[in-house]
């Protein structure tokens, strides 16, 4: 009965505020360690030991997609089972889905150690550094069984809208995943090590969660085993999103593989630094997303017409609140990356990320029906979209980087995430027949997007402060006046009031 109360809060504005804002924090607080630490680290390793590590991080970061959709499917039947209140069932779910990622991680590990040099023959290092990446590399691998269940045990802990606390040990994991190189470099600049450092951070993270699941369910202390039964609606959830894991990050990370094959592994510090900095503008739409999922998974068959009206909002929240920061950052991008690194960045660097920005800002908003579709039970339709844009995404990508450098691969990435935008609402509004904005709406939105264009246009920093000050001004006066309900600016007020 505790279970299904909870989710019936769980649909309030408030809880959902809530919960985003704690999202939010567990991806802001790691942002703030990564702006203050990569200057040093870059300094302390070098631009191609540098890029290196980048290539790490991604690929500790892609091990989370190897849980074969397991994590996902759990976060999903697990609150469906909340929503009907079958809670006794939960703990064998969660076990045997948890055991059937360890034995796939591990066989994953195994598989991927044999073609690790092949890998790192790809991509254009020095001669110097080729085996110590060689020695990292095959380390990372053998971290695949934790890095894969640990999206499990959060799964786990979303079902049962403990943000708090995942939040918390987020910004721990993310913190020392930027501080525990530095750390490192005072006693040995060794790749190895760093990366060692890392594994054990996560291993420590990893118990921490298992802790907070047994306190979220009692019953998983005691029903400690695998019975395949019970994972088969996980199994069957699962399917397409395990199809969708494997192919969404070699969208994502071709580019930088692309530019370490054609130009070489300094051209991916100048792409990577900026991608990193814009790609957390991220964790706005990603924040919200995640406190939707379980409640789109839980509420669509009994309450269609309220979630659907918690869709439509969240989409206008998404722009809105992103929108000025993108503006921002594609206006100063040159005068931002100059204070921040230095001129040869600013140079290199800027253009990069102006048109990455823009390509965030189409990613979020495709965040919102991404996760709709894979909440109710249809993750075959992102899934399909993504399997339809991957070979054009490659092609592309390929011929931009090798035509026009990182500049290409930028334009590649926001030309694509715009193309997947498009897509995700024009299949929402035809199968799942959403309303969406007015006529006016639309082009409002049409000429916010086409004024981010300006900026790129500009050089001087004047000229951009006046321009930055007019389109934020309209752009805070249309949505106050056209685009907020009377409930919704009461909700905006008593929070800048820091009313509980």
């Known amino acids: 009965m505790e279970d299904t109360e909870n989710l019936t809060i769980a649909y309030s504005g408030n809880t959902i505020a809530k919960n985003t804002i704690y999202n939010l924090l567990g991806n802001i607080i790691p942002v703030i360690f990564a702006v203050a630490f990569i200057p040093p680290l870059i300094k302390g390793l070098g631009a191609e030991r540098f890029g290196i590590l980048s290539l790490a991080w991604m690929i500790i970061g892609y091990f989370s997609f190897l849980d074969l959709g397991i994590g996902r499917g759990l976060t999903k039947i697990v609150a469906e089972r909340i929503g009907l209140n079958q809670t006794e069932q939960i703990a064998k779910i969660f076990w045997s889905s948890l055991f059937l990622m360890i034995a796939v991680s591990i066989i994953a590990a195994i598989i991927l150690s044999f073609f690790i040099p092949s890998i790192v023959s790809l991509i254009n290092i020095s001669e110097k550094y080729r085996q110590e990446t060689i020695d990292t590399f095959l380390i990372l691998a053998l971290s695949i069984p934790i890095v894969t269940t640990m999206a499990g045990l959060r799964g786990m802990l979303e079902a049962y809208q403990k943000f708090a606390m995942i939040n918390l040990l987020k910004v721990i994991l993310g913190a020392f995943t930027f501080l525990g190189p530095l750390l490192v470099l005072l006693i040995t600049n060794s790749l190895f090590w760093i990366v060692v450092f890392l594994i054990f951070t996560r291993i420590s993270i990893w118990i921490l969660y298992l802790i907070q699941c047994f306190k979220a369910n009692k019953a998983m202390r005691q029903n400690i085993r695998f019975d395949l039964n019970s994972i088969k609606p996980v199994l069957k959830f699962s399917i397409w999103i395990t199809i969708g894991n494997l192919i969404l990050p070699m969208i994502l990370y071709s580019d930088r593989f692309l530019i370490g094959a054609i130009i070489s592994a300094v051209a991916i510090t100048f792409y990577v630094t900026p991608y990193e900095l814009v790609t957390k503008l991220m964790m706005i739409p990603v924040a919200l997303s995640g406190v939707l999922f379980p409640i789109f998974s839980a509420g669509f068959l009994s309450k269609p017409e309220i979630i659907k009206i918690i869709f439509l909002r969240s989409v206008k929240f998404t722009f809105l609140i992103m929108y000025p920061f993108v503006l921002l950052t594609i206006t100063f991008a040159y005068e931002g990356i100059y204070l921040w690194l230095g001129k040869e960045f600013a140079i290199n660097s800027s253009f990069v990320l102006q048109l990455l920005a823009f390509g965030i800002l189409m990613n979020s908003l495709s965040l919102i029906p991404n996760n709709f579709f894979q909440g109710i039970g249809k993750p075959r339709i992102p899934t399909l979209i993504n399997l339809a844009e991957f070979p054009i ?34 299949v929402a509004k035809i199968k799942f027949a959403f309303k969406f904005e007015s006529l006016f709406s639309l082009i409002v939105f049409l000429i916010m997007i086409s004024a981010l264009i300006v900026p790129i246009l500009l050089s001087d920093t004047l000229t951009k402060v006046i321009l930055f000050i007019i389109v934020f001004s309209v752009y805070f006066l249309i949505t106050w006046n056209r685009f907020l309900s009377v409930e919704e600016k009461n909700f905006v007020i008593s929070k800048l009031k820091f009313k509980v």
């Open 393 to 426: 995404y490659i092609l592309i990508m390929w011929y931009l980087v090798k035509t026009y450098g990182i500049n290409g691969a930028a334009f590649g990435f926001m030309f694509m995430a715009t193309i997947d935008a498009i897509a995700m609402y024009v």
